[in-house]
T-cell receptor, first 114, second 110 residues
Framework: NAGVTQTPKFQVLKTGQSMTLQCAQD?????MSWYRQDPGMGLRLIHY???????DQGEVPNGYNVSRSTTEDFPLRLLSAAPSQTSVYFC?????????????FGPGTRLTVT | KNEVEQSPQNLTAQEGEFITINCSYS?????LHWLQQHPGGGIVSLFM???GKKKHGRLIATINIQEKHSSLHITASHPRDSAVYIC????????????FGEGTQLTVNP
């Protein structure tokens, strides 16, 4: 199993550009989440999904969209990038079928918005 | 005040020392997670606790639900233990969502 994969690893955007961060998992986990990590702050939840077709907002959803058309994929879209979105983004998945909610994290995407 | 507080924020130890990292939380929880973030950035799950104590190799995690406190201990620390250690709680009725502490940066010197 590849676990949780994220692409790209690094990205530089100009203010106003849009892009999609990709996340995929091959463990058939029902739960998937996107977090951002900023210096001096803990990981903060952007959006999460409890299954295909179901998504909901986390703590810091503004400026981001998600969709979950399949169990495997959970892309995060930045609609119009802003410097405040410069961060490291982590995707994670979990399941309560194989062991209650143990989180598996992707390797992260380091995004810089200039 | 954050719902999850870790102490210390930074910790420097000599190889072989016994290390304790603390986590206090102020909300009702169904489980607490300890995570390790390597210098390269990857995050791995170390423990998930809802009561008592768990041990894996040189790592021990304990939780006291009544006092809303958890500790992560590292015995016979080694430079390869240098990492950020993150406490996260799963609030009651929040499903799989976690609330994270800010992390403790541990540096173990040879």
């Amino acid at each position: 199993n590849a676990g949780v994969t994220q692409t790209p690893k690094f990205q530089v955007l100009k203010t106003g550009q849009s892009m999609t961060l990709q996340c995929a998992q091959d463990m058939n986990h029902e739960y998937m989440s996107w977090y951002r990590q900023d210096p001096g702050m803990g990981l903060r939840l952007i959006h999460y999904s409890v299954g295909a077709g179901i998504t909901d907002q986390g703590e810091v959803p503004n400026g981001y969209n998600v969709s979950r058309s399949t169990t495997e994929d959970f892309p995060l879209r930045l609609l119009s990038a802003a410097p405040s979105q410069t961060s490291v983004y982590f995707c994670a998945s979990s399941s309560d079928r194989t062991g209650p909610y143990e989180q598996y994290f992707g390797p992260g995407t380091r995004l810089t918005v200039t | 005040k954050n719902e999850v507080e870790q102490s210390p924020q930074n910790l420097t130890a000599q190889e072989g020392e016994f290390i304790t990292i603390n986590c206090s939380y102020s909300v009702g929880i169904s489980a607490l997670h300890w995570l390790q973030q390597h210098p390269g950035g990857g995050i791995v799950s170390l423990f998930m606790l809802s009561s008592g104590k768990k041990k894996h190799g040189r790592l021990i995690a304990t939780i006291n639900i009544q006092e809303k406190h958890s500790s992560l201990h590292i015995t016979a620390s080694h430079p390869r233990d240098s990492a950020v250690y993150i406490c996260a709680v799963r609030r009651t009725a929040s499903g799989s969502r976690l609330t994270f502490g800010e992390g403790t940066q541990l540096t173990v010197n040879p």
